[in-house]
């Protein structure tokens, strides 16, 4: 088939979660199916240019539109959020909702040269919506309803509660109209879907689960000495750095006063400055930045930490972590989606004292600590595969596009009689 991908922006390197997964897939399907990918042009014009060689040699074709990055702070940015308050749609998508996607799009739609469309993230859905002939699908990394409910739930400043509570009925609504327009629609997990049945009242979506390189990622003999604690995320995403500073403020201070020596490495993309001069003030506590390759990262660390308190979907790095033998302290936030068992496959603690607490179990039982991560790893060798995620997001794309040549068959027959 014809499959037109729409995205923010070109899914290489592999510096985040979602690039991650979106380039997984589309590499395994490019020999299947003759693939464009839609999207913005990635802020950094050496990383655009190796994204565009990389997707290439996939034989992706690529249509890339310029675009201009809004600061997310100073006063341009509150008489943004203050004006979103006159608009139907969330923040998150009348700031990506792109007129140079928009005309790209009806200019392959008006040629009729495709035959399925795929949204890569829930916001651009606005870039189709009544704009397109053919089936397009939504791949719903998250609910972000949900996201934005736990937002609110979290905020204690009466103002931005409110402002979050007004973003959350909009993401609501907006979230509701995608899933009833579009011919399918994809969640990361079961979890996911068994919501957005509930909330939405729509068929249930089908699952594409994330997954693991396994070849990629392995564990390697090593001594891990000094102790080293690994966060690692997009730090440019909103959950992520509230988790960010979960751990700065309350649990990195109580672990190190248990593990005198320990060391905590924090490593992801995009930090802001105020993550930057945070982690600076803590006692060893190290921060790096936009890496290439995260695995002499993951080949350094006694435990993963994922304190996330705020999220949606599954994370990918909890596999990343799995398939390369480390063991993971998370919060049920954090390990939602994935079909793990607490204590079995991981730690799971909710507090910062007892994250602190399983965190300094790990470093100081190495029986308990190698007993967790091959347990984890052997789960994830039979789950989380990304041949068998790329597979079943393929017998979906064929599902839909079939299933739409069926009804235009159907209904060519009925006009010539």
């Known amino acids: 088939m014809r499959v037109a991908i729409i995205d923010e922006e070109l899914p290489f390197p592999t510096n985040s979660g979602k690039r991650l997964r979106t380039l997984n897939l589309i590499s395994r399907l490019a020999s299947k199916h003759q693939i464009t990918y839609l999207c913005h042009r990635n802020p950094d014009a050496v990383e655009q240019s190796q994204a565009e060689r990389h997707l290439c040699e996939l034989g992706v074709e690529t249509q890339t539109v310029p675009r201009e990055i809004a ?65 397009w699908l ?92 690994l966060f690692l995320g997009s730090l440019d995403w909103r959950p992520n750095q509230d988790a960010v500073r979960f751990l700065l403020d309350r649990i990195w201070p109580n672990l190190y006063s248990r593990c005198p020596g320990v060391r905590l490495s924090i490593v992801g993309r995009r930090p802001p400055t105020w993550m930057i001069e945070a982690i600076g003030r803590q006692q060893g506590a190290e921060l790096h930045s936009d890496v290439p390759d995260v ?34 302290v998370s919060t049920a936030v954090g390990a939602e989606g994935l079909s793990l068992a607490s204590g079995r496959h991981y730690l ?13 179990i790990l470093v100081n039982d190495s029986a308990k600590s190698d007993r967790i991560a091959t347990a984890a790893r052997q789960h994830v060798q039979e789950h989380y595969g990304w041949d068998a995620c790329a597979e079943r997001l393929d017998e979906i794309w064929r599902k839909c596009g079939r299933a739409d040549t069926n009804r235009s068959e159907l209904q060519e027959s009925f006009s010539s009689r």
């Open 138 to 229: 939504v791949m719903a990394h998250n609910i972000e309803s949900q996201i934005w409910l736990r937002y609110y739930q979290s905020e204690r400043n009466p103002l931005k509660r409110w402002y979050i509570g007004q973003q959350l009925r909009k993401f609501r609504r907006f979230e509701q109209r995608v899933f009833d327009e579009s011919s399918q629609n994809i969640v990361v997990s079961e979890a996911d879907a068994e919501l957005a049945a509930d909330w939405f009242s729509v068929r249930p979506p089908e699952v594409v689960a994330n997954g693991v390189d396994l070849d990629y990622f392995r564990p390697v003999a090593r001594i891990r000495a000094p102790a080293t604690i």
């Open 348 to 360: 799971e603690a909710e507090s910062a004292e007892s994250i602190a607490e399983a965190l300094a």
């Open 295 to 328: 695995r002499p990262h993951l080949e350094a660390a006694r435990a993963m930490v994922v304190p996330l308190r705020i999220g949606g979907g599954s994370r990918l790095k909890i596999l990343e972590a799995a398939a390369a033998g480390v063991p993971v």
């Open 71 to 135: 600061p997310k702070s100073g006063a341009s940015f509150y008489c943004r959020l203050a004006s979103n308050l006159f608009s139907p749609v969330p923040y998150s998508v009348q700031s990506h909702d792109s007129h140079a996607v928009r005309k790209v799009v009806q200019e392959l739609s008006a040629k009729g040269e495709i035959d399925l469309w795929h949204v890569e993230w829930t916001p651009y859905a606005q870039c189709v919506r009544g704009m397109v002939t053919a089936p």
